[in-house]
């Protein structure tokens, strides 16, 4: 590096061509990391096509499970920063103690830095984990664009923060489209919940009111998580048919 010479490099992975450039960055917790701006060839990250036709979900996002998925698969929400919320408490204390300006303070600062850095550590590779597999195992998928911004000022806004959804479908959306699959995102407004999967009656749960209601019957019994997941699907669907959304 200009100015400080050769350093010392403990590699994450193998670069795929050499760097145009380099950027160093200093975290709070006093750690540093390096990242390499590359050119890769168009392509390089596309996926073998899936031959089966039914290689495709819809993923329903919510709070009590992360994300329940075709055939009502559900991806438990690890919910990291819950997880830590004693050992963070416990820290802010500290640190709220300590006189401004103290050596102490200096020293309690990098210990709640060091918990969040964690937190956010573990969240990203669980959800890069979750992208991967869902993008190599479905040749499309369909999503509920949601309204994040809501939420996370609400008295949910820790539940919502903590999963990271927006993150999640920026992820997803991203590597979908490099690895060559289709993924299409659905009105906010589709009433995915409300939809009867079997009659396409809007008998379902409705509003705030609804959101402790997880089953719910229209002729048939349904899972407020699982029948949402098939409406989304088929709106999905019918969108690409329609060709309203990019493949």
Same mark, same amino acid.
């Given at each position: 590096?200009?100015?400080?010479?050769?350093?010392?490099? @403990?590699?994450s !992975?193998?670069l795929?061509?050499?760097?145009s450039?380099?950027?160093?960055?200093k975290?709070?917790?006093?750690? $540093? $990391?390096a990242?390499?701006?590359?050119?890769? &060839?168009?392509?390089a990250e596309?996926?073998?096509?899936?031959g089966?036709p &039914?290689a495709?979900?819809?993923?329903?996002?919510? +709070?009590?499970?992360?994300?329940?998925?075709?055939?009502?698969?559900?991806?438990?929400?690890? *919910?990291f920063?819950?997880t830590?919320?004693? !050992?963070l408490? *416990?820290?802010?204390?500290s +640190?709220?103690?300590? /006189?401004?300006?103290?050596? #102490?303070? /200096?020293?309690a600062?990098?210990?709640?830095a060091? +918990?969040?850095?964690?937190?956010?550590n573990q969240?990203?590779?669980?959800?890069?984990?979750q992208?991967? @597999?869902?993008?190599?195992? #479905?040749?499309?998928? $369909?999503v509920?664009? =949601?309204?994040?911004?809501?939420?996370?000022?609400?008295?949910?806004?820790?539940?919502? /923060?903590?999963a990271?959804?927006?993150m999640f +479908?920026? !992820?997803?959306?991203?590597?979908?489209?490099?690895?060559?699959?289709?993924?299409?995102?659905?009105?906010? $407004?589709?009433?995915s919940?409300?939809l009867?999967? @079997?009659?396409?009656?809007?008998?379902?749960?409705?509003?705030?009111d609804? =959101?402790?209601?997880?089953?719910?019957e229209c002729? @048939?019994f349904?899972?407020? &998580?699982?029948?949402a997941?098939?409406?989304?699907?088929r709106?999905?669907?019918r969108?690409v048919?329609?060709?309203?959304?990019?493949?």
């Open positions: 590096m200009a100015k400080v010479g050769d350093l010392k490099v @403990a590699w !992975r193998e795929p061509a050499e760097p450039s380099v950027t160093v960055v975290t709070v917790t006093g750690k $540093y $990391y990242s390499f701006v590359v050119a890769v &060839d168009d392509g596309l996926l073998e096509p899936l089966d &039914d495709e979900t819809g993923i329903d996002l919510g +709070l009590k499970s992360f994300a329940v998925l075709r055939g009502g698969k559900v991806i438990e929400s690890p *919910k920063l819950r830590m919320e004693r !050992r408490k *416990k820290a802010r204390r +640190l709220s103690r300590r /006189q401004r300006g103290g050596k #102490n303070r /200096q020293k600062r990098p210990a709640l060091r +918990l969040h850095e964690k937190a956010r969240r990203d590779d669980w959800l890069n984990k992208v991967k @597999a869902l993008v190599s195992e #479905n040749r499309a998928l $369909y509920e664009e =949601l309204h994040v911004a809501g939420p996370a000022k609400s008295r949910m806004a820790k539940s919502v /923060q903590d990271a959804f927006g +479908l920026s !992820r997803l959306e991203a590597k979908t489209r490099r690895a060559g699959r289709t993924f299409v995102k659905i009105d906010r $407004y589709f009433p919940t409300r009867c999967s @079997a009659c396409g009656a809007l008998t379902g749960p409705k509003g705030l609804g =959101l402790g209601i997880r089953r719910w002729g @048939a349904h899972d407020r &998580d699982a029948n997941e098939i409406d989304i699907r709106e999905g669907r969108l048919a329609a060709g309203h959304a990019d493949t």
